[in-house]
């Protein structure tokens, strides 16, 4: 297969770069290993979106399937496992086959930092989506920053969470705070990160410095970074890889300014494709 654009990610950018080259006629294709959407289905509440109510994550993932069903994008769920480029060709590898293209656009996002010492077993998790079906249980979370309180609050509809922040204060938006130490079923615990865990019987054994208590999971969320993995020095450097959303900004999280660099990152390179012809 050969397309004048390759993108990977069907995040809010990678999607937004989808749909302008669609309104522009240029022949893509749309690559995702994972869930569309990417980040955006954790969310507790989107509100920050203009032209858009106040939706939860799941609302704003409908929304976007909807509209790649309405200008009839195809997303290629499979696992990108290399890029390489030949003679002003790029190759990208992926689990089930590969293609040629022009153009790449890397829209891959975030990806959580590790804290391996406390993997101890599957009930450590990293991404909220994976305890949304979980009801009834006692959460940890480990984090201070906006995204451990967002999930704080998504996960305590339906369980008690206990918050372990490393910190007193909060850089986070009044609004979540206030609604997080209202909720009857959060207990934020400051200045009381996490030192230890054990896995005990069919339950995880958490230790701080002051404090000690049995949970069901433990959610990990303290920070994010730019996932890069595919890309090499010399790739970050050329002129036809084009970065868009959080893993050109890092750990921003802006749904809005996610879509925006799509929007740009497609009209640089139509661009630049009508220049060449």
Do not use: W
Request: net charge positive.
């Amino acid at each position: 297969m050969f397309v004048d654009v390759a993108i990977i990610g069907a995040g809010p950018a990678g999607i937004a770069c989808a749909i302008q080259l669609k309104h522009q006629g240029i022949e893509f294709v749309l690559l995702e290993s994972g869930k569309i959407g990417g980040m955006v289905i954790n969310a507790n509440f989107v509100e920050n979106m203009p032209l858009l109510p106040p939706l939860s994550g799941k609302e704003v993932v409908k929304l976007l399937i909807e509209k790649l069903k309405y200008y009839d994008i195809e997303v290629i769920n499979t696992l990108v496992t290399s890029i390489s480029k030949k003679e002003n060709i790029f190759n990208i590898g992926y689990s089930s086959g590969s293609l040629c293209s022009k153009y790449v656009v890397i829209a891959t996002g975030t990806k959580p930092k590790r804290v391996k010492s406390f993997e101890v077993s599957s009930k450590v998790v990293y991404e909220p989506l994976k305890l949304f079906g979980v009801s009834g249980k006692g959460i940890a979370i480990a984090g201070s920053g906006e995204a451990a309180f967002d999930a704080a609050m998504s996960l305590s509809k339906s369980n008690r969470i206990t918050l372990f922040a490393k910190h007193s204060t909060f850089n986070i938006s009044p609004r979540l705070l206030d609604m997080v130490e209202k909720s009857e079923n959060i207990v934020v615990m400051r200045n009381n990160p996490i030192e230890k865990v054990y896995e005990k019987e069919d339950k995880l054994f958490i230790k701080t410095h002051f404090f000690a208590g049995f949970y069901d999971n433990l959610l990990i969320s303290i920070g994010r970074e730019a996932n890069r993995e595919l890309l090499s020095t010399e790739l970050l450097s050329d002129k036809r890889v084009y970065l868009a959303g959080d893993v050109r900004r890092g750990k921003l999280g802006q749904m809005s300014i996610a879509i925006g660099d799509g929007i740009e990152v497609a009209q640089e390179i139509v661009a630049d494709l009508r220049k060449n012809r």
